[in-house]
Each structure stands twice: as C-alpha cells, then as structure tokens.
C-alpha cells in the first residue's frame, strides 16, 4: 500500500513539473530581407557611406565588420539582432537568453547600394507556463524594418566626406 501511495506520490509531483518546463519550438526561419537603393552617388561614396552606416549602427561589441572589399564594392558583418545573456550559478554559468546573429550584406555601385539581411538560424520560442518567450520571424521583420529604414537613410543623404 506504501508502495502505490509514493508511485501515485511520485506521478503526480513529476507531471506538476513537467508542465512547468520550459520547452524550445524551432520556427521555420523567415527568407532574407532585400532592399535596393538608388541615389547619384558614386560607388567609391556609396562604399564609404555603406561604412559608415556599419560603424554607426554596429555599436556593440559582439556586432562587427568581418569583411570589406572596396573595388568589388562588398561589406559584410554579423549584427546582434538580440542579446543574449547569462545566468552565474552555484556550478557555473548559465544561458539564460540565447543570443541571435544575423548577417549584413551590403553590395553598392554607381547609383546604386543593395543591402541584405540573413535571419539567425535556429529561431525559436520558449514556451514557459503558457507564455512564450524568445526570437520569432515576426520579430526579425520589425528588427530588419528598421535597419532597412535606417540604411535607406544613410545612403539617400549626403556623405560628410562629399562637402568638406
């Protein structure tokens, strides 16, 4: 009797926790945002304001440049489209939030830049009692909106280094 009292005990502790888990749901990852923009710069102004965008909107230490080539006109870094964090704990660390990476392509020419942004790989939401938590293709859209928005800006306006 003792013996079903603690296995009846145990069942009914082990599904109250499961149910509290928090499990990961891989999304389907959204297709790269594109965006072409046309202006009367040149491809070596184009190239510099495609720079300085990079520089001015990679304010964080883990998003970084991590290729230019001037004469084919490529710059390409990796943005932190969400931080991640961690946790320290009694046996180490912990992470508690996964951070998300996407990849910026920006190609320009004569009158002409073309901005690409790759979603991070591995999208996913948390789901922690009925609430979910983590990085969706709704919020990747709203993130690449914005930067879209921002480099429209940039490289429709005049550069510092045209009118010194």
Sequence with gaps: MKKIYLLTLFVALSTTFTSCVSTK?????????TKIIENKATKNSNFIKANE????????AESVIQFTDKEAGIVKGKYVMRKGSVTPGLYGTTTTVEPFYAIITIRVKDKASKIEIDPPSGMYTRKAMDVEYG??????NLETDVLLASFEKAMLSKSANEDW
């Design 25 to 33: 749901k891989l999304l389907d990852s959204p297709p790269p945002k």
């Design 53 to 60: 965008w990079m520089v001015e909107t990679f304010n964080d």
């Design 135 to 140: 990085f969706t293709p709704e919020q990747f």
